[in-house]
């Protein structure tokens, strides 16, 4: 199926775009890795003044590439802006730091000397997700056109739009041809992108299907790969929690971008002293919500991506319900034109219930009542992902504790300010492997040499 752009608010087709041929895809590959044998011999500032550019003209047109999010995904406006702004934040992160992350590391050897030194792998290939069409790129093409790798991407299918956009912006920022390249190709294309010689990293964030797929195709052509795939974060709320505060974040992490949030606040995980007050407040917070165009400022709940993710989630509450789980609030459609879903509480989730496992890409709130600490991070630890979780509590030495024994790639205490520029992200078990972002994400895609020096005699 071609590439379509659907507004998510009322379901109309904005724009389609046909996949690109064979012949446009090798011509894509060969520009990619024509363009990598001179990018790769650029200096450190040369890289930095094309990227920050791009990071300048983000930050002009925040409107402009905002719009197109809204439109093209439903993000609500003021969200699309902020995102906007940060894809910004992280070029011009990478533009600045890039040179001192890379920069040779010596070492010391009993005999002679050494050291360690960072060199870019070559043509990339990313697959990224609609949820966040503009930051997910700017993660990876920050970094790694800094390493002095060139990236051919392949969004998702729903964002065309904001795909050819990002492309633009480099090219306008002055990258040369082929070295962010956007790939309109189909899944089965992509594997042959992933076989092809030229090809010598790949990254995906996505799905567990997905990444299980890539990852598998990435790993018979013994090529390296990221893995950013999905979670079902633990939110835990202990006994001496402020709550006022804590429900107020539970808002956000749970409702931030509809729900369609990797890391988002998932699983609610209450002490039974502080759970009828926490699910009481949280409860009238979700219901004041305000449906609507997400172009419109006065919106508090946008619509779901598309109509296919609408009914995914409404059959996973319908199956959720019919295993045993209480339905506290929502799960079921707005009536209203778009794909829009009432903001809903499943409780008395049992753990052989589907729902127990689940990772659910919306509204959907998890809510388990836990006698103490260690119940909550035994329950905390029984999922198969590992992404992110926070811990909520006046304590902070005992939130400390807590987020060292949750199995998780990332924990907040007392916050969910999931992403900075600075910070690592990624997680573990099936949330996948790798990291992005801070100075671990650019290290991930580049041949660490070992270079040893010294007159020594040969061993006898």
């Known amino acids: 199926m071609a590439y379509q752009s659907i507004n998510p608010n009322d379901g109309k087709l904005l724009k389609s775009f046909e996949h690109m041929s064979s012949g446009q895809l090798d011509t894509a590959l060969a520009t990619a890795e024509s363009c990598f044998q001179v990018w790769k011999h650029t200096g450190f500032a040369e890289r930095a003044a094309i990227v920050n550019k791009a990071a300048t003209l983000l930050r002009a047109h925040v409107d402009d590439f905002a719009r197109l999010a809204t439109l093209e995904m439903g993000k609500r406006i003021d969200e699309a802006r902020g995102?906007?702004?940060?894809?910004?934040?992280?070029?011009?992160?990478?533009?600045?730091?890039?040179?001192?992350?890379?920069?040779?590391?010596?070492?010391?050897?009993?005999?002679?000397?050494?050291?360690?030194?960072?060199?870019?792998?070559?043509?990339?290939?990313?697959?990224?997700?609609?949820?966040?069409?503009?930051?997910?790129?700017?993660?990876?093409a920050g970094a790694q056109l800094m390493a002095g790798n060139v990236l051919v991407v392949k969004h998702a299918g729903s964002v065309p739009q904001c795909a050819i956009a990002f492309e633009k912006l480099l090219l306008d920022a002055g990258a040369p041809v082929g070295a962010y390249t956007n790939l309109l190709i189909s899944y089965e294309q992509s594997d042959r992108v992933i076989d092809d010689p030229r090809i010598k990293g790949v990254a995906l964030t996505g799905s567990v299907p997905a990444g299980r797929a890539v990852a598998a195709r990435a790993g018979k052509n013994l090529k390296k790969s990221t893995m950013e795939l999905g979670?079902?974060?633990?939110?835990?709320?202990?006994?001496?929690?402020?709550?006022?505060?804590?429900?107020?974040?539970?808002?956000?992490?749970?409702?931030?971008?509809?729900?369609?949030?990797?890391?988002?606040?998932?699983?609610?995980?209450?002490?039974?002293?502080?759970?009828?007050?926490?699910?009481?407040?949280?409860?009238?917070?979700?219901?004041?919500?305000?449906?609507?165009?997400?172009?419109?400022?006065?919106?508090?709940?946008?619509?779901?991506?598309?109509?296919?993710?609408?009914?995914?989630?409404?059959?996973?509450?319908?199956?959720?319900?019919?295993?045993?789980?209480?339905?506290?609030?929502?799960?079921?459609?707005?009536?209203?034109?778009?794909?829009?879903?009432?903001?809903?509480?499943?409780?008395?989730?049992?753990?052989?219930?589907?729902?127990?496992?689940?990772?659910?890409?919306?509204?959907?709130?998890?809510?388990?009542?836990?006698?103490?600490?260690?119940?909550?991070?035994?329950?905390?630890?029984?999922?198969?992902?590992?992404?992110?979780?926070?811990?909520?509590?006046?304590?902070?030495?005992?939130?400390?504790?807590?987020?060292?024994?949750?199995?998780?790639?990332?924990?907040?205490?007392?916050?969910?300010d999931w992403s900075d520029a600075e910070l690592p992200f990624g997680g573990i078990k099936h949330s996948g492997y790798g990291r992005e972002l801070g100075d671990l994400g650019i290290q991930e895609f580049v041949n660490k040499k070992l270079v040893r020096s010294g007159h020594t005699a040969a061993p006898v």
């Open 83 to 140: 995102e906007v702004r940060f894809s910004g934040d992280i070029l011009a992160y990478y533009a600045e730091h890039a040179e001192s992350f890379l920069a040779p590391v010596t070492l010391h050897p009993k005999v002679g000397e050494a050291h360690m030194e960072n060199s870019p792998i070559g043509v990339l290939f990313c697959v990224e997700p609609w949820n966040f069409p503009f930051y997910q790129l700017a993660r990876v």
């Open 231 to 416: 979670g079902s974060d633990p939110f835990i709320v202990l006994d001496d929690a402020n709550l006022d505060h804590t429900i107020q974040w539970a808002v956000w992490g749970r409702m931030y971008n509809t729900g369609q949030t990797c890391c988002a606040a998932k699983r609610f995980i209450v002490q039974e002293a502080v759970a009828d007050r926490f699910m009481a407040g949280f409860k009238a917070a979700l219901e004041v919500l305000r449906p609507g165009d997400p172009m419109d400022e006065r919106t508090t709940l946008g619509p779901l991506s598309s109509e296919a993710a609408l009914v995914q989630l409404l059959a996973q509450v319908d199956a959720a319900v019919k295993d045993g789980a209480t339905l506290l609030l929502g799960g079921a459609r707005l009536d209203r034109p778009g794909a829009f879903m009432q903001p809903t509480i499943l409780t008395d989730i049992a753990p052989g219930n589907r729902a127990f496992r689940d990772e659910f890409f919306g509204p959907v709130v998890s809510f388990y009542r836990v006698k103490d600490e260690d119940d909550a991070i035994a329950l905390a630890n029984d999922s198969d992902f590992g992404l992110g979780g926070s811990v909520w509590t006046r304590d902070e030495a005992r939130g400390r504790r807590v987020a060292s024994r949750v199995d998780t790639g990332m924990m907040f205490i007392n916050n969910l």
